[in-house]
């Protein structure tokens, strides 16, 4: 039949949302603060994570599998009513915070890197009250086929800039391979899982998928991939910057562009860099506020949540004001990171658990 | 959303006979002075002179009758040769049969096709479509016979769709001609031609085509539904239809388009879309339409694959350039001069120097005047074309730069972009992709690339989302759906074998690939 909005999406816009979700990761500053903690090893810290979030990812999974429907509603149904909000509201709380932090962060970037004459508070309502919010309320499948057109472009220009720095990386650079003892690396990764945390944020999206194969299909890719490219750049800011320079860079990815030569004409490529990467932070803050929406729709029992996406996009800007520089947004960034990690590590294994005490009980 | 599926499946059913007839006896009488007294009035008749009578005696039964067709209509050789002709010269014995109409219809009358009515309402509207009607007196049902005879080209070549290479014949004003053309194309008995009309004060017929074992049920309702609802007292042209049956009629992205080659519209038959035709347009409207649709042309698939694809690079290039180099020299001017290489931005200075205008200004100016040429173009009398091409490349090329209205390197902008414009197969994504180069262009003056990338974001955002009948617009690419990729760059036609699903076709395979080379 002609798909009339069935609302439903695919494995390969998931797999695009998904990667516009961590994959971006990047080029923010997130790199600089698994640098400050796995020095030479830092590549090792995503990758770390992800095994770690692999394992929660296979509970989560097991749950969607048997109850058939979205993380929200599971919870409500295994934790009940009242702790179940609680869950939520945490989840609410992370995903919000850390979209309005990032909100800041992207700007700042722009600001520092691009723009400097540029006011702060245009940048970030141009790109959450204005890109973010229009593409979220074009609903979830917009998102995902956005998302799903340019999500090889980024993986090309991806490589592209690899191989546009590739004569000027050492590799010796990365060495000592074990960074600060691997008993720090091991710890940093488990600290940093929730980067890749967003894999268990979507079990919210789950019952929008068209099944469930499609779900665990795309959500491992969309684990793995972003995890991967993550790893990929780290270990390519170190053997290009060298440690402990690397850890003076503020935002690796831009110095990066800002290196690449594509032949000896075009030296300068990094605005269009910038270009490509607003557009994937367009739709990365889109997801974040769609999901954020959504969450707090069923927190406080509105159904129409996508009335809920104006006010949010707002209070998201205002929040991202209040840090009164960058330093400062990055600390309470690493905070949320290192406090919420907790959460979305031991979620589904605490579903998965609650589960099968009740299974047992009934039995 | 919500609207749209309300506006789809609620509200009352449209259409029927409203062809403008009310007060009318629906049925005629026995008395053959009385019908045609009716007939007169309502065709205004002595003032109206279009209506004619013939009146003439059925020797073999001694009844009177009378025939009527309209003047410019009907074809008075065909109504000699097949009605009046027959009816006087038989010597059939027709007394104690049933029925003397059925009689003459079947074993009297030599037209091919000819039927009985029993109402006014219908009877005119088949006088006016240039049918002749007989009345017979003492008989209370009217034989039609089928003599239409309005003036018609003859199928011509197309002029907004050229080949080099492929069929020649362009679609006509005349909608039987334009249903053979498509006959022609796909010679299926599975081809379905419903008939649907439109218009109450002055209806007119549209007919709608599709294949019954490809198209799916659902879309072809959905189309017939849009067409149903249609409410206005007279639709001349099938453009003026295509506005009235979009779902987004303030949208800049269409959701239908019109195609002038039969070939063309055979390929989409064969894909699953419907056609519909209409008297007195010389195109056919391709109900839900994709991007690729409208990306690519006739052409593609007569050209070897090589050449095909090169000339879909070309094109997606083109489109590119058309929406956004203006936009991307005034982002790359203004806010990252140093993406240019040294030489060449010393000389873009150079030039921009003696220009007082911001570039943002001057780019408008050359931009707008491009599009005033554009327009003149198309309006000015073909003997008068020559002056534009004077005016434009003398008095926009050289004499602006000249008088340092504007810098040298924008007027190879601006040529570039309009190039590229008309590189553009379809006229909807053309007009598109002009109106959106203003929204860019203001876009990059704000913000540079990081405004151009947010407003492409939400373009591509919007453009994703949106649906044609219920086929989303990047289908199927986004939302994915197999298909056999022909979207960008097109596969060899060996490889071709699978319908894109995203228009649901009921017969998913064109044909199965089985062993070796396969089909």
Redesign the interface.
């Known amino acids: 039949m002609i798909r009339v909005s069935d609302g439903k999406i695919g494995p390969r816009e998931f797999f695009a949302i998904l990667y516009g979700m961590m994959a971006i990761r990047v080029t923010d500053a997130t790199p600089s603060l698994m640098l400050e903690d796995g020095l030479t090893a830092a590549w090792m810290l995503p990758l770390i994570s992800a095994i770690v979030l692999f394992g929660s990812l296979m509970f989560l999974l097991a749950i969607l599998k048997k109850y058939n429907m979205g993380l929200i509603d599971i919870v409500f149904e295994l934790a009940g009513n009242g702790f179940g909000r609680l869950i939520i509201l945490f989840m609410f709380v992370t995903v919000f915070s850390s979209m309005s932090l990032n909100g800041r962060s992207y700007s700042d970037i722009v600001i520092t890197m691009y723009y400097p004459k540029s006011p702060l508070l245009l940048i970030m309502v141009a790109l959450i009250l204005g890109a973010a919010l229009f593409i979220a309320h074009r609903g979830l499948e917009a998102i995902g086929r956005t998302a799903l057109l340019v999500v090889p472009i980024f993986m090309l220009t991806s490589v592209l800039l690899i191989i546009g720095v590739a004569n000027q990386l050492d590799p010796l650079f990365i060495f000592p391979i074990a960074g600060p003892g691997e008993l720090e690396v091991i710890k940093g990764g488990l600290e940093f899982s929730a980067f890749f945390a967003d894999i268990i944020i979507v079990g919210v999206l789950a019952d929008r998928l068209r099944t469930f194969n499609a779900y665990r299909t795309a959500s491992i890719w969309g684990l793995w991939v972003p995890a991967a490219k993550m790893a990929l750049f780290l270990a390519v800011y170190v053997m290009m910057f060298d440690y402990p320079a690397v850890r003076n860079i503020a935002y690796p990815y831009h110095h990066l562009t800002r290196m690449a030569m594509v032949g000896s004409l075009a030296n300068h490529m990094e605005a269009l860099f910038l270009a490509l990467w607003f557009v994937g932070a367009a739709i990365h803050f889109a997801t974040y506020l769609y999901i954020s929406a959504l969450l707090l729709g069923k927190l406080i029992n509105y159904q129409p949540f996508p009335q809920l996406l104006f006010p949010l996009a707002g209070l998201s800007v205002l929040i991202g004001m209040l840090p009164e520089n960058p330093l400062m947004g990055d600390q309470l960034r690493k905070l949320l990171l290192q406090s919420s990690s907790g959460l979305f590590l031991l979620l589904p294994v605490f579903l998965w658990g609650i589960d099968r005490f009740r299974k047992g009980g009934k039995e | ?1 919500g609207g749209f ?1 309300n506006r ?1 499946f609620g509200g009352d059913e449209g259409g029927g006979d409203n062809t403008g007839t009310e007060g009318l006896p629906t049925s005629f009488s026995d008395s053959l002075d009385c019908n045609v007294d009716q007939f007169k009035a309502e065709f205004r008749y002595p003032e109206n002179s279009a209506l004619k009578f013939r009146e003439l005696l059925i020797p073999s039964v001694n009844r009177r009758a009378m025939v009527l067709f309209v003047d410019g209509a009907a074809d008075t050789v065909q109504i000699n040769d097949y009605v009046i002709r027959p009816l006087l010269e038989t010597d059939r014995k027709m007394e104690g049969l049933q029925s003397l109409p059925v009689e003459i219809k079947n074993n009297i009358l030599t037209g091919s096709g000819s039927e009985l009515l029993e109402g006014f309402p219908q009877a005119i509207k088949k006088l006016v479509n240039g049918s002749t009607i007989i009345l017979v007196d003492g008989e209370e049902q009217a034989i039609v016979v089928e003599t239409e005879g309005f003036e018609n080209r003859s199928v011509a070549e197309p002029t907004r769709e050229v080949v080099i290479k492929g069929p020649r014949s362009a679609f006509i004003e005349s909608a039987a001609i334009n249903r053979s053309l498509l006959r022609r194309q796909v010679k299926d008995h599975r081809l379905v031609s419903e008939t649907m009309t439109v218009g109450k004060e002055s209806p007119q017929e549209v007919s709608i085509l599709y294949m019954a074992h490809i198209a ?1 049920p ?2 072809v309702q ?1 189309v017939k539904e849009s067409l149903s609802k249609v409410e206005k007292d007279a639709i001349l042209t099938l453009s003026a239809m295509e506005e009235l049956i979009e779902s987004r009629p303030y949208s800049l992205f269409p959701s239908t388009m019109t195609t002038e080659r039969p070939d063309r519209a055979g390929s989409f038959l064969l894909e699953g879309h419907v056609v519909m035709l209409m008297d007195n347009s010389p195109d056919a409207l391709i109900a ?1 339409i994709t991007f690729w649709s409208m990306f690519h042309t006739a052409e593609d698939q007569f050209l070897r694959w090589a050449f095909g694809n090169f000339a879909r690079i070309v094109r997606l290039i083109a489109l590119f350039l058309s929406l956004l180099m203006p936009a991307l020299y005034l ?2 001017v203004t ?2 001069p ?2 240019i ?1 040294t030489d060449l931005m010393l000389a873009i200075a150079a030039s921009r120097e003696r220009v007082p205008f911001p570039t943002l200004l001057e780019l408008l100016l050359m931009e707008i005047t491009f599009e005033i040429l554009r327009e003149a173009g198309i309006r000015v009398p073909t003997p008068l074309g020559t002056t534009i091409g004077i005016v434009g490349a003398l008095i926009l090329g050289q004499a602006a730069v000249q008088a340092n209205l504007v810098s040298p390197l924008l007027v190879v902008v601006i040529a570039i972009t309009g190039l590229s414009s008309f590189a553009i197969p379809d006229v909807g994504l053309s007009v598109m992709t002009r109106i959106l180069r203003f929204i860019f262009v203001i876009a990059a003056h704000l ?12 373009m ?3 453009a ?2 949106i ?1 044609s ?4 617009f ?2 199927p ?5 197999p298909s056999s990729r022909d979207l960008f760059l097109r596969p060899i036609l060996k490889k071709q074998w699978l319908r894109p699903l ?3 076709p009921k017969d998913q395979i064109r044909d199965e690939p089985e062993g070796g080379d396969g089909p």
């Not at chain 2, 913000?447 to 939400?458: E, I, K, P, Q, S």
């Not at chain 2, 009948?469 to 989303?472: E, K």
């Not at chain 2, 690419?477 to 759906?481: I, S």
């Open positions: 959303m599926l789809l799916d659902a879309l959905n839900p982002a790359v806010f990252h140093e993406m290489p913000l540079g690339f990081v405004g151009l990338a947010l407003v492409l974001a939400a591509l955002a919007y994703t989302s649906k009948f219920g086929v989303p990047f289908s690419l986004a939302p994915h759906f995203s228009m649901s």
